[in-house]
């Protein structure tokens, strides 16, 4: 049955949190502005009315996990800080004399969220920052940042054994002297601390396979489905890293610095607000257009207003380029997308592309008379007679069979379409993104997975941004008070 929290309260309760909270706390101003009981509204399909004990109240139970990313603490340490510490208990709302619940309450509360239902409160707290006024509304940024997997990574003869140790205790389960035999028989080698010669690495392979084929069909179900299981990790097409954490995957900060996890992908307003978040694997590409429409849909059906998108050159490709420019901004106008260029354009370096007559322009001024489709774009040729007359036409690198032709890319039209004076303002913002990521890793422990599995990642990134977002509009509410205050002494 669904509990509810005591709005009243009790004398006692109030008279010491009064006197023992500080009033001018983060915590204090975050309770005031924001309001969290679209939580029971959210989580009241999970409990049946009328029918067994009251649980406790849906909405403590969310404040104690926001306090758990606001301050970086375990199920375990949230619960001793609320405990003894005013007040956490305060903001909570609990009782001086009540009881806490235990981590496992907490556990089992994450878990009947799931990632759905804390995607909506995220959304809920962005309805809030909109309501408020916070958003600005004009440019969206878009990045990506890894996320450490939360596992000791094996080398390939480490996954090997491990993936034989688990098909050998589902066998144990039931059939303990086959399993002992069976170890016998496929048994591990000491390495003493070295790396596995190659000749040792195919004997590994080897054993697991023929352990796995033996194996297969001759015991339990369970073991069958195990063994497919481990089949499909070790030999399918994409490998995996550690069979603790099967979701996640080696991925790259940069050239030269590998990490194995995950990848945190959002959408952030100019005034700090990241209001759209996607989980991913570790080795995908956060600027493959999936992604980016992914990301735009979400802030689509937030409502959320931009007139252009903001990103870095990761993203430069004609298919993103698409896909930003079908959205619409508040005016109706397609939205902008302002992304610096990974390449120069072939041949355009004393040639000029008019996208108002759609033709291109030599140096000396004179117009191509046509154009033919390639792949990819259109390649548009001069006059055979006026090149052959040009002063220039020794020294010009797009002269082919006695006439220029000149190849201009889909993407670069597309690029045209963004030159405007606004574009270099608006690159500059992408440090604003940067800064959140750096305040979650550094403050929130964004930079490590707290859980295994891509979908409890996924909850954890947004737990983080939404405890961030609260952050953010609490401080951005302070500065218009300050702002007003100012100007009506002034």
């Given amino acids: 049955m669904l509990g509810r929290k005591d709005s009243q309260g009790r004398f006692f309760d109030r008279y010491v949190y009064e006197n023992h909270v500080p009033r001018d706390h983060e915590l204090v101003r975050i309770d005031r502005e924001v309001d969290f009981s679209f939580v029971e509204e959210e989580t009241r399909d999970l409990y049946e009315e009328g029918f067994g004990r009251p649980s406790w109240p849906p909405e403590v139970l969310f404040r104690m996990l926001f306090l758990e990313y606001y301050s970086n603490l375990s199920d375990v340490q949230v619960c001793e800080q609320c405990r003894y510490n005013l007040l956490y208990r305060w903001f909570v709302g609990l009782g001086i004399g009540e009881a806490t619940p235990d981590d496992t309450t907490l556990v089992v509360f ?37 996320v450490i997997a939360n ?41 003493k601390g070295r790396r596995a010669t190659e000749e ?26 195990v063994i497919s299981e481990m089949e499909g990790m070790l030999y399918g097409d994409e490998k995996i890293v550690s069979l603790v954490d099967p979701d996640a995957r080696w991925g790259y900060k940069d050239e030269d610095h590998p ?51 903001v990103a870095d050159s990761l993203y430069d490709s004609s298919d993103n380029r698409k896909a930003i420019h079908e959205e619409r901004s508040s005016d109706g106008k397609p939205v902008r997308a302002y992304i610096p260029s990974r390449r120069k354009e072939k041949n355009l370096d004393r040639f000029r592309y008019d996208p108002k007559r759609d033709c291109v322009v030599c140096p000396l001024g004179q117009l ?22 040009c002063p220039y036409q020794d020294g010009c690198p797009s002269l082919n069979e006695g006439r220029v032709r000149v190849f201009v890319s889909e993407d670069y039209r597309l690029k045209l379409l963004d030159e405007n004076s606004e574009r270099k303002e608006a690159l500059k913002k992408r440090p604003i993104v940067e ?23 996924a909850i954890q990134a947004l737990m983080t941004f939404l405890v961030m977002n609260v952050k953010r509009m609490v401080r951005l509410l302070l500065m218009k008070e300050r702002k007003l205050g100012i100007l009506e002494t002034g």
């Fill in 110 to 146: 994450r878990r009947r969220l799931g990632q759905e239902r804390i995607e909506r409160f995220f959304k809920r707290v962005n309805e809030q920052a909109k309501g408020k006024g916070l958003l600005v509304g004009r440019y969206k940024i878009l990045d990506a940042t890894h």
């Fill in 151 to 191: 596992v000791a990574i094996p080398s390939t003869v480490g996954l090997l054994r491990q993936a034989r140790r688990r098909v050998l205790r589902v066998i144990g389960k039931k059939y303990p002297k086959c399993a002992k035999r069976l170890e016998e028989t496929y048994g591990e080698g000491d390495l």
């Fill in 200 to 225: 040792e690495l195919v004997r590994e392979v080897e054993l697991t396979r023929e352990f796995f084929s033996e194996a297969k069909g001759k015991y339990t179900e369970e073991t069958d489905r």
């Fill in 259 to 309: 990490f194995c996890g995950y990848k945190v992908h959002v959408a952030c307003d100019e005034s700090e607000i990241v209001t759209s978040v996607d989980s991913l694997s570790g080795n995908e590409n956060e600027g493959a257009e999936g992604n980016v429409r992914s990301l735009l849909g979400k802030e689509r059906e937030q409502g959320m207003e931009y007139r252009a998108v």
């Fill in 368 to 389: 191509s008379i046509g154009k033919s489709p390639h792949e990819q774009g259109y390649l548009y040729y001069f006059s055979a007679q006026w090149c052959r007359d």
């Fill in 435 to 457: 800064r959140r990521f750096g305040a979650g890793k550094k403050w929130h422990g964004l930079g490590r997975a707290r859980y295994w599995g891509r979908a409890k990642v």
